[in-house]
Nanobody, 122 residues
């Protein structure tokens, strides 16, 4: 079993900053990538940031320059999303995603966390 658990969401004023965390735990053999999706009310889920293990980070145009995705230096099973310059349109449910090969499996698969809500308003 593999689990992803997010934390760090909350209410923040426009222009403010917030850092989300996601920890992957369980029987993990390899993590190929970790990333963040978000879904605003009435909108489709969108990929906003992804970190490929041993590779580079990728961002959606809507967050590039404001958000940074990075892994914990001491625990590569943890990914963060540092958000600054937050706008009301960043309000959404933010979910962690990871492509993971679990122990005993030949292939990787997608795993999701339950999400954490970010609300940007006065």
């Amino acid at each position: 079993q593999v689990h992803l658990v997010e934390s760090g969401g909350g209410l923040v004023q426009p222009g403010g900053s917030l850092k989300l965390s996601c920890v992957a735990s369980g029987s993990i053999s390899a993590i190929y990538s970790m990333g963040w999706y978000r879904q605003a009310p009435g909108k489709q889920r969108e990929l906003i940031a992804a970190d490929v293990t041993g590779g580079s980070a990728h961002y959606a145009e809507s967050v590039e320059g404001r958000f940074t995705i990075f892994r914990d230096a001491d625990d590569k099973n943890t990914v963060y999303l540092s958000m600054s310059g937050l706008r009301p349109e960043d309000t959404a449910l933010y979910s962690c995603h990871a492509a993971i090969q679990s122990s005993g499996s030949w292939f990787g698969r997608d795993y999701w966390g339950k999400g954490t809500v970010v609300n940007v308003s006065y």
